[in-house]
């Protein structure tokens, strides 16, 4: 019996039977098809699809997020190739529409996150599996707030990438998550979603109580947390995994934990 379903960005799909070759060009979203019990159907990942960690051996590696490999991806033949907006371009989503439907996601919330989880228990029929990652994260998002409620909030500033030097901003999953965390994004309104920013300025544009430096996509080292500190009048910095904070689907259960921690270790 045919199914038709709407994706995150409002485009309806019909599909006689349930799509059983996968490509994905997002590497959180391997991560969710994985866990939701997908393995075998998954045929083609990115090179930065790296959980699981296996993968790389054992499926076909199609590009990157932003270059992908198109006639590699032909070859595989498959019935749905998995997108996101913020990670795929339009022209990228424009032209592998020509080989076979194309699913793209749009995650800026937690209710976001678990929509798309949700589709996905429906295009794959994975159902029973996607209500129990949506149960957990669900579980774990209150044993967090009850967590976090007592906590005092700190004004924030989330570095993404140097020379020049970039920070999260708002209408982005990693905002949502520094909010739930009670870390005020000094960034969140300043134009753009991952603003340019001139170090001199952040005193007058927030001045940070915490400087969180991302592993990803920058590899920040003590140098940058160095010069950053100056010109700040007391920021911490914390090196911290940038997929806690910017990779949605089932990672989620795991960052919750990693923010505990995070929070420990500032008290």
């Given at each position: 019996?045919?199914?038709?379903?709407?994706?995150?960005?409002?485009?309806?799909?019909?599909?006689?039977?349930?799509?059983?070759?996968?490509?994905?060009?997002?590497?959180?979203?391997?991560?969710?098809?994985?866990?939701?019990?997908?393995?075998?159907?998954?045929?083609?990942?990115?090179?930065?699809?790296?959980?699981?960690?296996?993968?790389?051996?054992?499926?076909?590696?199609?590009?990157?997020?932003?270059?992908?490999?198109?006639?590699?991806?032909?070859?595989?033949?498959?019935?749905?190739?998995?997108?996101?907006?913020?990670?795929?371009?339009?022209?990228?989503?424009?032209?592998?529409?020509?080989?076979?439907?194309?699913?793209?996601?749009?995650?800026?919330?937690?209710?976001?996150?678990?929509?798309?989880?949700?589709?996905?228990?429906?295009?794959?029929?994975?159902?029973?599996?996607?209500?129990?990652?949506?149960?957990?994260?669900?579980?774990?998002?209150?044993?967090?707030?009850?967590?976090?409620?007592?906590?005092?909030?700190?004004?924030?500033?989330?570095?993404?990438?140097?020379?020049?030097?970039?920070?999260?901003?708002?209408?982005?999953?990693?905002?949502?998550?520094?909010?739930?965390?009670?870390?005020?994004?000094?960034?969140?309104?300043?134009?753009?979603?991952?603003?340019?920013?001139?170090?001199?300025?952040?005193?007058?544009?927030?001045?940070?109580?915490?400087?969180?430096?991302?592993?990803e996509p920058y590899p920040f080292k003590d140098e940058h947390a160095f010069e950053i500190g100056r010109f700040t009048h007391h920021a911490k910095a914390i090196f911290v995994d940038g997929e806690m904070f910017s990779w949605y689907g089932s990672r989620l259960v795991k960052s919750f934990e990693y923010f505990k921690a995070i929070h420990n270790k500032?008290?």
């Amino acid at each position: 019996m045919p199914i038709t379903l709407t994706d995150q960005i409002g485009i309806k799909h019909t599909f006689e039977t349930t799509p059983k070759r996968i490509v994905s060009l997002v590497p959180s979203q391997t991560e969710l098809l994985y866990d939701l019990g997908l393995e075998d159907s998954i045929v083609g990942i990115t090179k930065f699809c790296v959980h699981p960690f296996h993968f790389k051996s054992t499926k076909n590696i199609v590009g990157g997020t932003k270059n992908v490999k198109f006639d590699k991806i032909k070859e595989l033949q498959p019935d749905i190739i998995i997108c996101n907006k913020e990670e795929n371009t339009k022209e990228i989503v424009e032209e592998l529409q020509e080989i076979c439907p194309v699913w793209v996601t749009d995650i800026y919330t937690i209710e976001d996150n678990t929509k798309m989880i949700h589709d996905f228990g429906e295009l794959f029929n994975k159902r029973t599996d996607a209500k129990k990652w949506i149960d957990k994260i669900n579980f774990c998002l209150e044993d967090f707030k009850n967590f976090i409620k007592d906590k005092k909030e700190n004004k924030t500033a989330y570095f993404i990438w140097a020379n020049p030097y970039m920070v999260a901003g708002n209408n982005t999953f990693i905002n949502e998550l520094l909010k739930l965390n009670k870390f005020i994004n000094i960034y969140e309104r300043k134009e753009g979603r991952y603003p340019e920013i001139e170090l001199k300025k952040m005193r007058l544009e927030g001045d940070p109580d915490i400087v969180l430096l991302s592993s990803e996509p920058y590899p920040f080292k003590d140098e940058h947390a160095f010069e950053i500190g100056r010109f700040t009048h007391h920021a911490k910095a914390i090196f911290v995994d940038g997929e806690m904070f910017s990779w949605y689907g089932s990672r989620l259960v795991k960052s919750f934990e990693y923010f505990k921690a995070i929070h420990n270790k500032l008290t």
